[in-house]
Every structure is written in C-alpha cells, then in structure tokens.
C-alpha cells in the first residue's frame, strides 16, 4: 500500500544545504547488518577513539610533565589530546543553537592544532630544529578558527572551503619531510609513520572532495558518494598508533642501552 516516510534532521544555522546518505529500504533482515555495520563505524568507532585518545593523552602528558625533555612524548599527547576533541564532532549528536559556532572554532582549532603538531613531531623526530618555520606553522593554524570566531556565524562555509583546503599542503609538505627522514635512516620503523600520514593525507583530500565538490567523487564513484562516509577520523588513528609506536621503540631501545650499559659498567 502506500506508505509515508518522515525523515528527521539535525540542520545547523550556518549549512547552506543538507546532505543525507543514500536511503536504502527492504526487509529488517536485509537492512539490519547494513545499518549495524554503518553505526559501528560512524557512531561507536568514535566514541571509543575518543575515549581513548583522552585516556592516552593522560598518560603520556604525564610522562612529559615529569620528564620535560622528552619533548616528542608532550607532541604525541597534545595530538592524542587533541584529535580525542575533534572527534567528538561525530559523538555529539545534539547541542543547542546558542552554542554552535563555539563549537565549530573548537573543532576548526582541534584539527589545525593536530596538524600542526604533527608537522612539529616529524621536525623535531628527523632532528631538525626550525624556531621560524615552527612559529609559522602555529599562527598558520590558528589563522581558521580565529577567522571563524571574528568573522562570526555566517563564514563558516568560506572559511571551511578556503582555510581547510590550505591544509592540504601542509599535510604534503609534512609527509615529503617523514619520507626524508626515511630515505635518511633507512629503517623499518622510520617508514611506518610516512605510510600512516600518507593514508592520512588521501583521506584529508577525500573528505575535502566530499563536503565541498563531490563532483569529481561522483564521477569516479557515484555510490561510494552517496553513502556519505569520512575517512580523516580513521585514518588518524593509524597515524596515532605509529607515532605511539615510534615513542615505544625509542623507550625500549633506551632501557636496552641502559641495561646494556649497567651491564659493561
């Protein structure tokens, strides 16, 4: 017979436009696993990333507050700790008018910040220090959300579209540097954090692709655009998990030369 469909929409006061993933109905048992799958990795992935992030975060600003030299455990928990907030975007589900466009500087801050980090992270792990160029990168990050906060509610869309694809070379110039540092030190461990930032950096320019010209996505791969899945959020984690990696390769290499220093002394 004939049946009445009513869709419910969260709809923010600054999107120009709504987008929906592609509708599929059928039968419960067909549509079931699809959804059940669709919300594991839109909805609880999150939520555990972020909840992790934070707990990691913890822990490793803790180490660097009680060993301030370790410079490169404070950047890997300010990442952590920063991502863990950039992915609460896809926690929350409801928050009040009022508070939006706070939130989005918050989120605009979050993802700069994390980027920024990360491009200090691999100065600072291939041994180069750059007072300037470190100094650039934070005004350059803080450039989009103080645009947002300054600018107020209605420049969201041309702040996102303009600021956030200037991200993406930066994202480049941070993954030519790791590929440096490999072909430097020619090890196994020095190549996982480039492949990890180099999924991260495809991922980057998918979603960029995806908000706001899905018009060359489309032509590619009209149903994956439909579904209207993000890929930064995971592939991140990738790039947390190698840094982290990175971190406890360097410890236990140095509790190996210690013992082994104990043990010639």
């Known amino acids: 017979g004939r049946n009445e469909l009513l869709l419910r929409v969260a709809a923010s006061p600054m999107r120009e436009r709504l987008r929906a993933p592609l509708l599929q109905i059928g039968p419960s048992p067909e549509v079931q696993p699809v959804y059940d799958q669709r919300l594991f990795w839109i909805r609880t992935m999150p939520q555990i990333t972020a909840l992790v992030c934070m707990l990691v975060a913890a822990l490793v600003l803790c180490v660097w507050w009680r060993r301030p030299g370790e410079l490169l455990y404070g950047l890997f928990g300010i990442a952590a700790a920063l991502w863990g907030v950039r992915t609460l975007t896809f926690v929350i589900e409801r928050m009040p008018a009022a508070q939006w466009h706070g939130w989005r500087v918050a989120y605009l801050g979050a993802t700069s910040g994390f980027i920024v980090v990360l491009a200090v992270f691999s100065l600072r792990l291939a041994g180069l220090r750059r007072p300037r160029l470190e100094r650039a990168l934070l005004a350059f990050g803080a450039l989009g959300p103080l645009w947002l906060l300054l600018a107020g509610e209605g420049s969201e869309a041309l702040v996102n579209r303009v600021w956030s694809a200037a991200l993406i070379p930066v994202g480049l110039g941070i993954l030519g540097l790791a590929g440096w540092t490999v072909a430097r030190q020619r090890t196994w461990a020095s190549a996982v954090l480039p492949a990890a930032m180099g999924l991260a950096v495809l991922a980057g320019l998918h979603d960029y692709l995806m908000a706001w010209d899905d018009g060359v996505l489309a032509r590619l791969w009209p149903q994956w655009v439909h579904q209207r899945i993000f ?22 290499h140095t509790l190996s030369a210690l013992q082994e220093l104990n043990q010639t002394l």
């Not at 984690?237 to 410890?251: D, E």
């Open 231 to 252: 890929l930064l959020h995971h592939s991140a984690n990738l790039v947390l998990v190698a840094m982290g990696g990175l971190l406890a390769a360097r410890f236990i």
